[in-house]
């Protein structure tokens, strides 16, 4: 039975197959999808014409001179067991890799005559999955009986050994908006606040690396969105004048309150910092400082001042 074999680019820059007939070539590299999974088949030139030549008018003559020459190069290996004769490709073992192989039927050769290790200048046999040269150690664990039916995880899997199809994607960053429930939660209850003001001048970039360094001592990893939507919260925030010391504080107790990872709060906390929890918590939209710096005003503001004023 003919199966799937694949050819390394390697085959085609072999001194040893470059110094062979382009017949004996094709004739080689049918062994490959005519031998079994163990790099064996049974050593008469009239069945692997059938298998490799059968609507060529080649001769089993031919094939058989193919496979002398085949021999006296190295790549494959002619034995008797018995009163049988079979080949085998030499070095299969080393560069085959074959999914769920299923055992061979025919007598291996004898161990006086064993395959030799693939010379540097001998194409290795076809690899199973491109790329890879060498089999991974077998594994200890069960596996599903050979050539059995392919299923969606197995051909996944096979996808993904093989480098190609969408498979199962590994996992990556969230992305904005959603990291906010699943990235920068507390393992443990969080140590005392450690921001405090210094004689550094007071930046969002400092501010910004104070708060970073401040989670990472409490194990709470915070992602490069956190990052850049806490740097932009606390630029804006001095913008307006907020305090430095005022800013520590907010973020501190989003730290207690277990909301390190959402940046999204910092303005409710610095208002209930600065006024007081039970008081709206409500920051100066930027509409709303606009017009402040402006001196200009509106309708809508004038009804959203008069919804949020405290009673």
Request: net charge neutral; with cysteine.
């Amino acid at each position: 039975m003919a199966r799937i074999r694949t050819i390394k680019p390697e085959f085609f820059t072999s001194l040893t197959v470059a110094s062979l007939p382009i017949e004996a070539r094709l004739t080689f590299i049918g062994l490959w999808t005519h031998c079994d999974d163990e790099g064996r088949c049974v050593d008469d030139a009239r069945l692997i014409k059938a298998a490799v030549w059968p609507l060529d008018d080649r001769l089993s003559t031919d094939v058989e001179l193919d496979l002398k020459r085949l021999s006296e190069s190295s790549l494959i290996l002619r034995y008797r067991v018995g009163e049988r004769s079979y080949l085998t490709v030499r070095g299969w073992s080393e560069h085959q890799r074959i999914n769920r192989p299923t055992k061979s039927k025919l007598p291996p050769p004898p161990k006086d005559e064993g395959p030799h290790p693939a010379r540097e200048d001998t194409p290795p046999p076809p690899a199973e999955t491109p790329g890879q040269g060498t089999p991974d150690p077998p594994s200890h664990e069960p596996s599903p009986p050979p050539h059995t039916q392919l299923t969606e995880d197995s051909l996944a899997e096979r996808n993904r050994e093989q480098g190609t199809g969408k498979g199962t994607n590994p996992p990556s960053a969230t992305r904005p908006g959603e990291d906010d429930a699943v990235e920068g939660e507390i393992v443990d209850t969080p140590r005392a606040l450690a921001l405090v003001t210094t004689d550094e001048p007071e930046n969002a970039g400092h501010i910004t690396k104070q708060w970073i360094d401040h989670c990472t001592a409490n194990q709470v990893k915070l992602t490069k969105n956190h990052i850049k939507r806490y740097a932009a919260g606390i630029k804006g925030a001095l913008d307006q004048n907020f305090q430095p010391a005022l800013i520590k504080t907010a973020l501190g107790q989003m730290l207690t309150d277990r909301v390190a990872s959402r940046p999204h709060l910092l303005d409710t906390y610095l208002v209930r910092a600065q006024q007081g929890p039970e008081l709206p918590p409500r920051r100066a939209t930027r509409t709303e400082a606009s017009i402040a710096r402006n001196g200009t005003s509106s309708n809508a503001a004038l009804i959203r001042d008069a919804l949020t004023r405290p009673a």
